[in-house]
């Protein structure tokens, strides 16, 4: 059974929009960490964060986390279209990682 | 940068067949993780390793599927006999103990006919 549920499922955005996107677990973790994935490819780790911070930046990308309500989002900033992936965010407890289903993001040129 | 290398990249079997997947982890990496990814869905996990040892395999189908880590480096992931279910990606990841993102490998697609 998979740990996280991300909503929503799929998202299709402009060029230079903005993109965001939730995601819900069910148990305690020690952090939870957000991956994006290519069609066909493995998946690629984009940014971890702690269960005791709130938010974190990276480049284009902004995590928050809300330990209280077991959720955290992730946002991207300024889409391109190099963005096209499904991205999934991982609860990570005694360092086993739960995945989610996943969000489908397709940025239109 | 260094990588997490898998192999085979694609395998097609034909059911009731034995099949074999082949990860190497980075070097000094503790973790590793073998994943099943069903099309369209996230990946779950089958078996996690430290070092040489099995930390969780809750998740694998026992009768069919067997992982080893010999040396604690690379790993090797069975399926005897495969089914047509069995037909997926499987996703090979690696990391340092303590709170690391972790490095997937490229996968390996497995068709079932």
């Known amino acids: 059974s998979q740990q996280g549920e991300e909503d929503p499922q799929a998202l299709s955005i402009q060029e230079g929009e903005n993109a965001t996107m939730n995601c819900s677990y069910k148990?305690?973790?020690?952090?939870l960490q957000w991956y994006r994935q290519n069609s066909g490819r493995g998946l690629v780790h984009l940014i971890l964060?702690?269960?005791?911070?709130r938010e974190k930046h990276s480049g284009r990308l902004r995590v928050t986390l809300d330990t209280s309500k077991k959720s955290s989002s992730l946002l991207i900033t300024a889409s391109r279209a190099a963005d096209t992936a499904s991205y999934f965010c991982?609860?990570?407890?005694?360092?086993?990682?739960?995945f989610g289903a996943g969000t489908t993001v397709t940025v239109r040129a | 940068e260094a990588e997490v290398a898998q192999s085979p990249r694609y395998k097609i079997t034909e059911k009731s067949q034995a099949v074999a997947f082949w990860c190497d982890p980075i070097?000094?990496?503790?973790?590793l993780y073998w994943y099943r990814q069903i099309l369209g869905q996230g990946p779950e996990l089958l078996v996690q390793?430290?070092?040489?040892?099995?930390?969780?395999d809750s998740q694998l189908p026992k009768d069919r599927f067997s992982a080893e880590r010999l040396k604690g480096v690379d790993s090797t992931l069975k399926i005897q006999p495969a089914e047509l279910g069995d037909s997926a990606m499987y996703l090979c990841?690696?990391?340092?103990?303590?709170?690391?993102?972790?490095?997937f490998g490229s996968g390996t697609r497995l068709t079932v006919v």
């Open positions: 990841a690696s990391g340092r103990t303590g709170s690391y993102g972790y490095t």
């Open positions: 148990t305690s973790i020690n952090n």
């Open positions: 964060i702690r269960s005791n911070e």
């Open positions: 991982a609860a990570s407890n005694d360092y086993k990682l739960s």
């Open positions: 070097s000094g990496h503790a973790t």
């Open positions: 390793f430290q070092d040489e040892s099995v930390v969780d």
